[in-house]
Every structure is written in structure tokens, then in C-alpha cells.
């Protein structure tokens, strides 16, 4: 594609001509470089992990449907995993047969695999192992990963706006949570069980969720039931930050992509603290803002939260985490602009998944030596390499690319910037100094095609 190492080029242009699956490096240097300032660097031969299948991931429910004449593009939304139903539905109603076995129509159009949250909050072990026996033993639906409850680090203060005296706290929860998950694996013991769903964990303890007595959530539930949970989940919606300041900046917006490292660095280790072992990441509930803000320039609908996803994602793509819901696949009227897909448009936002399904899954060293510039690179399975570039700068940006081993070749540009959309790619050639001019507020996707 781009940069230097003429022999290895032709030698790679060689296998790609014949065919071979073996193009990828099989040994992975010991040395990871640092990127010089001004650069966007590459090196295919570091391999860096495998994305999870799971990384597109949404959420929906019963209470809201893709609209009839949007149903195309949800079934070509590359969206991988589908958590069902979303948010606080579930510990408000019950899931009926009648809800399920359309949902899993419905996953299987879009082509992606089902997650069921049970009732925790007057639901009952015995109602939780029902589900799992109607999907997976009666009706053989293979549903393989479940959840109990929604937000229970929120579940006292609903409790005492409606009255009921309940300090529910993390002992509570740790306990009926420990019940449930017994029942629905006595049911179908290969279903894996994901929690503890609490909300707004980041890497600071001092403002992570606390019960009554002052016990942290997450802590409190890995030292309980890490023996029986499969995935670590939590919930994160970072704005607005106060019912008095609902306005959110685009600044506020680009500061905060900062966070998701930090927090997966945090996560993983008090995972290894209390439960000793190593046990995989997901974020089931995801967007910038809690509320159903639009129209703004950093609301859920906007331009720059789409730009803001696409970080995010790159992030949490290399911090190897397992799944990520954003919230949500569809929204419209009172619901806000949270969906991929409004009532008869598709929003931002939805690009970024567009722009995801092309990217490889083989992770490949990127790094960027370029202020507010990321870049993440991957090899696919057809044996293109692609580069996605995130620019969150206000303005645009130069860098210069220097990608190990290959020289300049035509390559597949798909862009999503403020004057255009990822609908077709455009013929792309590196320039022989190796500079690209990022627009602002921009992703970039090259493929070069073997």
C-alpha cells in the first residue's frame, strides 16, 4: 500500500497473487514503535489481537420498532449483537414469548446474535429460568448470552421516588443476582451470564456507583459472583453533567474520548484483583448523553457524535473488549435522537457502523503522532489492509503516513465528514510524500485490496 521496503512489497504482492490465505505475518516483533510527531504509522508485520466479533453491538426493545420503511437499512446496519430489551423495560415488564420469538426474527434479518436481559426487579429466579427453557430447550434458539436486571446501582432511589421504603443495596443485588444465575444455568448450563449492567463506571472510584453503606458496586459484585459470571458489563453516559447544564460542547465531546483506555486499564485490573482471574469486557449501554437531547451540535443525532463513536470504538476495539451496545439501534419522536436510524433517515452515526463492517479483524500496529488524530489498522480476511483514521479536530490536519514494508498503490477511500457521506468509495493514491489532508471532524477509511 503505502511507504518503504521495496522487496517485501513485491513479495507480498506475490502471495496475494496466488491466492494464499498465509498473508498475514506469523511472528510478532518484540518492539513496538513510537510514532514521530507529524506521523501516522503503521507496521502490518505487529500483530495486535483479534477485533471481537461483537464490537458493533445496539440495543432495542418492545416499546420501539424500526419503522417499516427503514427496515432495509437495519438489516444493513452491520450490526453484530443486539441487546434485547434494552434499558429499563425489562425490569418493568415482563418478557413474553410473543416479545421473544420476533426479536429473534428479527436478529437473524439483521444477521446478528441476540442478548436477553431478564426481570430482577419483581421477576423471580423461577421466571428467569423460564425464559432460558422457552428459548434454548423448547424453541432451540441458541440465545447464549443473558443478563439479569438494568441499572440496579439505580434501583433505591427509584424505589423511594415511588415510596417503598427499600435500601436495595449491593448485598441485596449480589444475592438475587447469585439466585438467578443458578436457575438459568440449571436450565441451559452452556448460556454464558453477563453483569453487573451497573451505571456510569469509568476509571475514577471516587465517582464509580456506591450503595448506602458506601460498598462499590462492581467491586462488591466480582468478589460475590466472579465465579459465575462470563462477561464484566457496565452502562456509561457521560453528559450532560448536570440537570443544570444540559448543553454539551463539541470540546467536551473530543476531552472525553480520552477516557475509554484509562477506564478498560482500571476495569481489568480490579477484575484480576477480586476475582483472580482475567474475564472479558463488555459495554452494554452506551452514547454520549443520558437524556434525549437533539438538534445540538454534540447531542446523540449530530455530526460529532458520530465522530466521537468512531473513536470510541477504535478504543475499545483495541483494548480488546468483548461487545459494545450502543444505545440505540432505532429512536424517534419522544425517544430522542440516541438510534442509528430515525424515523426516515439514518443518522450520523450509523455511517460509523458502515464504516466498521469494512475494516479487517486482524489488528495490526497503528500509532499517532498527530494531536487529536487516531489511527487504527487491521488486515481482512480477503487479504486487503485498511486503515481507519479518526480526525476530532475543529480543523483540518496534515500527516504524513509511513506504513512498514509497502509502497504507494491505488487504494478504496470511504470518508464521513461534515460535507459528505461513506455511501461509495473514491479512487485514492497516496501522495509520494506520504501526506494526507484529513478534513475536519472526519473519518477516513482506506482499503488497499491485495
Given at each position: 500500500m503505502f511507504g518503504k521496503g521495496y522487496l517485501l512489497v513485491l513479495l507480498w504482492l506475490a502471495i496475494a497473487?496466488?491466492?494464499?490465505?498465509?498473508?498475514?505475518?506469523?511472528?510478532?516483533?518484540?518492539?513496538?514503535p513510537t510514532p514521530s510527531p507529524g506521523t501516522l504509522a503503521v507496521?502490518?508485520?505487529?500483530?495486535?489481537?483479534t477485533v471481537s466479533p461483537y464490537l458493533l453491538g445496539s440495543n432495542y426493545g418492545p416499546w420501539i420498532a424500526v419503522p417499516a420503511d427503514m427496515l432495509a437499512a437495519a438489516f444493513a446496519s452491520g450490526v453484530q449483537a443486539i441487546r434485547f430489551p434494552g434499558g429499563a423495560w425489562g425490569d418493568r415488564n415482563d418478557l413474553k414469548p410473543y416479545h421473544i420469538d420476533p426479536f429473534i426474527d428479527f436478529c437473524r434479518q439483521v444477521g446478528a446474535i441476540p442478548t436477553i436481559s431478564v426481570r430482577l426487579r419483581e421477576g423471580t429466579p423461577q421466571q428467569a429460568a423460564d425464559l432460558v427453557r422457552y428459548a434454548n430447550v423448547e424453541n432451540e434458539y441458541?440465545?447464549?448470552?443473558?443478563?439479569?436486571?438494568?441499572?440496579?446501582?439505580?434501583?433505591?432511589?427509584e424505589l423511594q421516588t415511588l415510596?417503598?421504603?427499600?435500601?436495595?443495596?449491593?448485598?441485596?443485588f449480589n444475592t438475587e443476582w447469585r439466585e438467578f444465575a443458578l436457575a438459568m444455568k440449571a436450565v441451559d448450563p452452556d448460556i454464558k451470564l453477563l453483569g453487573p449492567e451497573i451505571h456510569q463506571f469509568n476509571y475514577d472510584d471516587n465517582f464509580n456507583p456506591k450503595d448506602s453503606a458506601g460498598r462499590d458496586w462492581m467491586t462488591e459484585f466480582l468478589k460475590a459472583n466472579g465465579d459465575l459470571v462470563d462477561v464484566i458489563t457496565f452502562h456509561r453516559y457521560p453528559f450532560p453533567t448536570s440537570r443544570d447544564n444540559p448543553n454539551v460542547t463539541i470540546e467536551e465531546l473530543r476531552q472525553h474520548t480520552k477516557e475509554w483506555e484509562k477506564?478498560?486499564?482500571?476495569?481489568r485490573g480490579l477484575i484480576k484483583e477480586n476475582t483472580g482471574r482475567d474475564i472479558p469486557i463488555a459495554v452494554t449501554e452506551v452514547n454520549t448523553h443520558w437524556n434525549n437531547a437533539v438538534g445540538g451540535e454534540a447531542t446523540p443525532d449530530s455530526h460529532y457524535n458520530a465522530i466521537w463513536l468512531a473513536e470510541m470504538l477504535g478504543q475499545l476495539m483495541r483494548q480488546d473488549v468483548f461487545m459494545v451496545n450502543h444505545w440505540m439501534l432505532t429512536s424517534h419522536g419522544g425517544y430522542g435522537g440516541w438510534g442509528l436510524i430515525g424515523r426516515g433517515e439514518v443518522r450520523p452515526s450509523y455511517y460509523v457502523y458502515q464504516l466498521y463492517s469494512r475494516f479487517g479483524a486482524d489488528l495490526v500496529y497503528a500509532g499517532s503522532g498527530v494531536e487529536d488524530v487516531s489511527v487504527y489498522a487491521a488486515w481482512r480476511d480477503?487479504?486487503?489492509?485498511?486503515?481507519?483514521?479518526?480526525?476530532?479536530a475543529d480543523t483540518e490536519k496534515q500527516a504524513t503516513l509511513q506504513v512498514e514494508g509497502t509502497v504507494p498503490a491505488p487504494a478504496e477511500l470511504w470518508r464521513l465528514d461534515p460535507q459528505q457521506l461513506p455511501e461509495a468509495a473514491s479512487d485514492f493514491t497516496v501522495p509520494p510524500d506520504?501526506?494526507?489532508?484529513?478534513?475536519?471532524?472526519s473519518v477516513s477509511l482506506l482499503i488497499s485490496n491485495p
Amino acid at each position: 500500500m503505502f511507504g518503504k521496503g521495496y522487496l517485501l512489497v513485491l513479495l507480498w504482492l506475490a502471495i496475494a497473487a496466488c491466492g494464499s490465505p498465509a498473508l498475514r505475518p506469523a511472528s510478532t516483533p518484540a518492539v513496538i514503535p513510537t510514532p514521530s510527531p507529524g506521523t501516522l504509522a503503521v507496521d502490518p508485520a505487529i500483530s495486535q489481537g483479534t477485533v471481537s466479533p461483537y464490537l458493533l453491538g445496539s440495543n432495542y426493545g418492545p416499546w420501539i420498532a424500526v419503522p417499516a420503511d427503514m427496515l432495509a437499512a437495519a438489516f444493513a446496519s452491520g450490526v453484530q449483537a443486539i441487546r434485547f430489551p434494552g434499558g429499563a423495560w425489562g425490569d418493568r415488564n415482563d418478557l413474553k414469548p410473543y416479545h421473544i420469538d420476533p426479536f429473534i426474527d428479527f436478529c437473524r434479518q439483521v444477521g446478528a446474535i441476540p442478548t436477553i436481559s431478564v426481570r430482577l426487579r419483581e421477576g423471580t429466579p423461577q421466571q428467569a429460568a423460564d425464559l432460558v427453557r422457552y428459548a434454548n430447550v423448547e424453541n432451540e434458539y441458541g440465545v447464549v448470552y443473558w443478563s439479569i436486571g438494568n441499572e440496579p446501582t439505580l434501583l433505591a432511589a427509584e424505589l423511594q421516588t415511588l415510596g417503598l421504603a427499600n435500601d436495595y443495596d449491593t448485598e441485596q443485588f449480589n444475592t438475587e443476582w447469585r439466585e438467578f444465575a443458578l436457575a438459568m444455568k440449571a436450565v441451559d448450563p452452556d448460556i454464558k451470564l453477563l453483569g453487573p449492567e451497573i451505571h456510569q463506571f469509568n476509571y475514577d472510584d471516587n465517582f464509580n456507583p456506591k450503595d448506602s453503606a458506601g460498598r462499590d458496586w462492581m467491586t462488591e459484585f466480582l468478589k460475590a459472583n466472579g465465579d459465575l459470571v462470563d462477561v464484566i458489563t457496565f452502562h456509561r453516559y457521560p453528559f450532560p453533567t448536570s440537570r443544570d447544564n444540559p448543553n454539551v460542547t463539541i470540546e467536551e465531546l473530543r476531552q472525553h474520548t480520552k477516557e475509554w483506555e484509562k477506564s478498560m486499564v482500571h476495569l481489568r485490573g480490579l477484575i484480576k484483583e477480586n476475582t483472580g482471574r482475567d474475564i472479558p469486557i463488555a459495554v452494554t449501554e452506551v452514547n454520549t448523553h443520558w437524556n434525549n437531547a437533539v438538534g445540538g451540535e454534540a447531542t446523540p443525532d449530530s455530526h460529532y457524535n458520530a465522530i466521537w463513536l468512531a473513536e470510541m470504538l477504535g478504543q475499545l476495539m483495541r483494548q480488546d473488549v468483548f461487545m459494545v451496545n450502543h444505545w440505540m439501534l432505532t429512536s424517534h419522536g419522544g425517544y430522542g435522537g440516541w438510534g442509528l436510524i430515525g424515523r426516515g433517515e439514518v443518522r450520523p452515526s450509523y455511517y460509523v457502523y458502515q464504516l466498521y463492517s469494512r475494516f479487517g479483524a486482524d489488528l495490526v500496529y497503528a500509532g499517532s503522532g498527530v494531536e487529536d488524530v487516531s489511527v487504527y489498522a487491521a488486515w481482512r480476511d480477503d487479504g486487503a489492509l485498511t486503515l481507519l483514521i479518526v480526525n476530532l479536530a475543529d480543523t483540518e490536519k496534515q500527516a504524513t503516513l509511513q506504513v512498514e514494508g509497502t509502497v504507494p498503490a491505488p487504494a478504496e477511500l470511504w470518508r464521513l465528514d461534515p460535507q459528505q457521506l461513506p455511501e461509495a468509495a473514491s479512487d485514492f493514491t497516496v501522495p509520494p510524500d506520504g501526506v494526507l489532508s484529513l478534513p475536519a471532524h472526519s473519518v477516513s477509511l482506506l482499503i488497499s485490496n491485495p
